[in-house]
Every structure is written in structure tokens, then in C-alpha cells.
């Protein structure tokens, strides 16, 4: 059964930098949908972005773009690179797999998640 760990979380300023990896056991990236989303504290899980492996579409969302990026670096592993980090980015970030189709944020469609990685970016 197909298990995902995050690492790569830690503390790190405003301007800082994260690269965060999504790692799966007993399966592969292959043209599968994996997402990263995340959850501040009190506040609900939101999608971060999305990729198919493969070469399929990616997203992000909106606040993110030009400052993350997600890509797979291994046939197990799809990792989220986090740049210019900002206090808004401070949350839980968990990677998800399993995607049984729809949209991309919705927690949802996706049937595995990983434990989670803290994310804490102070000012």
C-alpha cells in the first residue's frame, strides 16, 4: 500500500528559501497527479499546486506562482521548491497522491496523504 512522507520543512526568515519532498513507498510518479497543499494553523487545507508526472498540466495557485515550483527528481519522489518565503507561508505542508480525478484543490479527490512538514517563516 502506498505510503507518502514529507520532509524539508524547518524555520527559515522572510526571503528565504525550502525545498520540500514528497517521497511514496511501494510506488511511482508515473503519470500520476500528486499535489502539495497546505494549512495554517485554524485555518483549512488549501491546494499550493499540482503536477502530472510525466509531462502533464502543473498548477499553482495564485499566490505562489513565480515563487514555487513542483517537479518530480526521482520515479518516487515529486518535491515543491519554495523561494522569496513569506510569514503567510507559515503552515503544514502535505503532499497528496491518489488523485481520482477533478479539480486539482479539492482535498477530496485525493486518496493518500502524507503526515505533513512544518513550514515556519518568520519575519
Known amino acids: 500500500q502506498v505510503q507518502l512522507v514529507e520532509s524539508g520543512g524547518g524555520s527559515v526568515q522572510a526571503g528565504g528559501s525550502l525545498r520540500l519532498s514528497c517521497a511514496a513507498s511501494?510506488?511511482?510518479?508515473?503519470?500520476?497527479?500528486v499535489g502539495w497543499f497546505r494549512q495554517p494553523a485554524g485555518k483549512e487545507r488549501e491546494g499550493v499546486a499540482s503536477?502530472?508526472?510525466?509531462?502533464?498540466?502543473t498548477y499553482y495557485a495564485d499566490y505562489v506562482k513565480g515563487r514555487f515550483t513542483i517537479a518530480q527528481d526521482a520515479e518516487n519522489t515529486v518535491y515543491l521548491q519554495m523561494n522569496n518565503l513569506t510569514p503567510e507561508d507559515t503552515a503544514m505542508y502535505y503532499c497528496a497522491a491518489e488523485f481520482r480525478g477533478g479539480t486539482w484543490r479539492d482535498t477530496s479527490a485525493y486518496d493518500v496523504w502524507g503526515q505533513g512538514t512544518q513550514v515556519t517563516v518568520s519575519p
Open positions: 511501494e510506488y511511482t510518479f508515473n503519470r500520476k497527479r
Open positions: 503536477t502530472y508526472t510525466g509531462g502533464g498540466k
